[in-house]
């Protein structure tokens, strides 16, 4: 895609309103299994569905919600689409980042007037729940931005979707709690040079600005290393980290993504819990693996001295391998899967905000030297 320097039209946090994320799309090899993997793992639960047997000639997707977080699950059933080359190209990824809009005809123009690249003009699609507004812009590799606007529309989630689930029972807290409240934020990898490029794009075509956290030179350990910025809107509920590959001694973790997703695209969706110990325990229980963080860590006389009070005992932190950062406003408590696909590429992160709205930078060299180890395992450090 060709990204504008220039543009007539000045970028205004107001331009290109948002009301949030609206949905990650998953394009997947074998949506039928994913969406189990999801409801049983990860509590989600099927409330529409569309494929074949309801007119929908090329692919089956099945959309799932937990809390405010909407997946949408598409497998291909047949070759030579756009969906099955996505699949064939980048393995089991997400194909698109939804973003809910007030008014998509003007957060539409407002995009192609800042430079981005149109994929889907503005549509109006309408059966008996009314009526939903959708357009589509391009953003890293083959991942696109639905704009979404469904304040028209009372079904299950598009025209052409029937309600149902698959009956598979979603996971659940031990105390019959959901595990996931909502997307937290979702994390991009591009190539080494062009974090700033993307950086840029979110400016421009949708307003964002950055937040606080910025990971440079300074968090790089001997062997991996990335830089990192952070866009949101003014809101702060569509919240994009942007990484690229710094320059290590051995192979980062973000050149291992671009290689096996063979470009850049989506890294993690962060997922908020209410709970996340009691979510890590239901998960393991169904089989997430997560990363395993060294007792070293929770060992680190330093670790209770720069985290102070928080609700979860260290001891019990460390039993549970979640990692804890604080800063000014706050702190978080999160944990990280490993990828759930056999690429070594996307993976999520749960996160249970107290205040901070930071993204754990105080954790990444501890986490890095968790991956590496995982690397070393895969043979590609
Ligand atoms: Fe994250």
Known sequence: MTLATESAVPATTDGFPVLGMDAV?????NARQAAHFYTTAFGFSVVAYAGPETGQRDEATYVMTSGTARF????????????????????????????A??????????????????????TEVTDEHGTVVVAAIAA????????????????????????GTTGARSATT??????????????????????????????????????????????ATDYSALMSKVVADGSRLVKFPLNEPAVAKKKSQIDEFLEFYDGP????????????????????????????????????????ERIGQVRVPVEVLKQHRILVDRDEEGYLLQIFTRPVQDRPTVFF???????????????????????????????NL
């Not at 080494?192 to 300074?218: C, K, P, Q, S």
């Not at 009691?278 to 089989?287: I, L, N, S």
């Not at 993204?359 to 060299?365: C, M, R």
């Open 101 to 122: 809009v007030p008014d998509v005809p003007r957060a539409y123009a407002y995009a192609l007037a800042h430079g981005a690249t149109g994929l889907q003009a503005p």
């Open 174 to 219: 031990a105390s019959g709690e959901r595990l996931v409240a909502a997307v937290d934020h979702c994390v991009c990898n591009v190539e080494l040079g062009r974090m700033d490029e993307w950086v840029d794009f979110y400016h421009r075509v949708m307003g964002f600005t950055n937040m606080a956290e910025f990971i440079g030179d300074d968090i």
């Open 265 to 304: 695209g989506v890294q993690h969706i962060a997922l908020a819990t209410d709970d996340i110990v009691a979510t890590v325990q239901a998960m393991r229980e169904a089989g997430v693996q997560f990363l395993e963080t060294p007792d070293s860590y929770y060992d680190d006389p330093e670790l209770r």
């Open 72 to 99: 949408v699950i598409r497998g291909p059933v047949r070759s030579g689409t756009d969906l099955a080359k996505h699949v064939a190209a980048h393995g089991d990824g997400v194909s698109d980042l939804a973003i």
């Open 140 to 163: 890293y590799g083959d991942t696109r931005h639905s704009l979404v606007d469904r304040s028209r529309y009372t079904g299950p989630y598009l025209p052409g979707y029937i309600a």
């Open 349 to 379: 992160e749960l996160i249970e905000r107290h205040g901070s709205s930071g993204f754990g930078k105080g954790n990444f060299k501890a986490l890095f030297q968790a991956i590496e180890r995982e690397q070393e395992l895969r043979g």
């Open 25 to 29: 799309v998953f394009a997947v090899g």
